[in-house]
């Protein structure tokens, strides 16, 4: 046997069974992570819970590429602990794999690093047959390294549609308009112009695609915005 391993429990056996002869399938809900206590142990079949589970979660994925997988991400903001064992769940939280994993460490921010961590295992061990391949979107997560980049792209105009208020609304008003310095130019009253309302956008957010009128890919001293127009 090799040193890291999964195998189907006694509970996962007679629920794999039990699907196979009414034609129904087995609700995976859950991944476990444990540290086992501080020491390695090879897992059995008898077991019906972790040696020591630190996370629990909901399972995101269940799919194949190779061989029949379930997939969990453990967040940034949990760990202090060693993952040793890894366990999979149905809805009735009945233990159906257990598995010996290699030693691996999940920081927490105050101890100077994070970082997030999917959990990957393989399902060999249980018919396909009887499992349901899911990718719920409700409970998928946005990895901090996902989000960082989408607000450098705001920051900078890289997003085709999309640029934060916050730059142009200087008077802190909530709307890019006449009283605003914008790129270097100034608005006056010279002039009153129609644009249309903006689209339904992200709260603190304008559309490039309303108010930029010469297309360069930002609002600047060329645009006409509300009620002013630029010298």
């Given at each position: 046997m090799p040193e890291f391993y999964s195998l189907i429990t006694?509970?996962?056996?007679?629920?794999?069974?039990?699907?196979?002869?009414a034609g129904t399938k087995i609700d995976l809900a859950f991944i476990a992570v444990g540290d086992s206590n501080g020491a390695?142990?090879?897992?059995?079949?008898?077991?019906?819970?972790?040696?020591?589970?630190?996370?629990?979660?909901?399972?995101?994925?269940?799919?194949v590429d190779s061989q029949l997988y379930a997939k969990a991400l453990i967040p940034y903001d949990v760990g202090g602990f060693y993952i040793r064992e890894i366990g999979v769940f149905d809805s009735e939280d009945n233990l159906l794999i257990i598995g010996k994993q290699p030693e691996?460490?999940?920081?927490?921010?105050g101890e100077g690093s994070i970082k997030e961590l999917?959990?990957?295992?393989?399902?060999?061990a249980i018919n396909p047959d009887v499992i349901e391949?899911?990718?719920?979107?409700?409970?998928?997560m946005a990895s901090v390294q996902y989000?960082?980049?989408?607000?450098?792209s705001f920051q900078n105009h890289t997003h085709p549609d999309l640029m934060p208020i916050w730059l142009y609304d200087t008077n802190s008003n909530g709307?890019?308009?006449s009283c605003e310095f914008v790129d270097g130019g100034e608005f006056t009253d010279g002039q009153v112009i129609t644009i249309p309302e903006p689209p339904e956008v992200p709260e603190l957010i304008m559309s490039t695609a309303i108010?930029?009128?010469?297309?360069?890919g930002i609002v600047d001293e060329a645009e006409n915005i509300d009620a002013g127009e630029f010298n």
């Open positions: 006694n509970i996962g056996i007679q629920r794999v069974n039990e699907a196979l002869a390695y142990y090879e897992p059995d079949i008898e077991q019906a819970s972790l040696v020591n589970e630190c996370w629990r979660g909901e399972i995101s994925e269940i799919g691996t460490y999940k920081p927490v921010e999917w959990v990957k295992v393989i399902l060999e391949l899911k990718i719920d979107p409700t409970i998928q989000v960082q980049n989408l607000f450098t709307v890019v308009d108010y930029d009128q010469n297309n360069n």
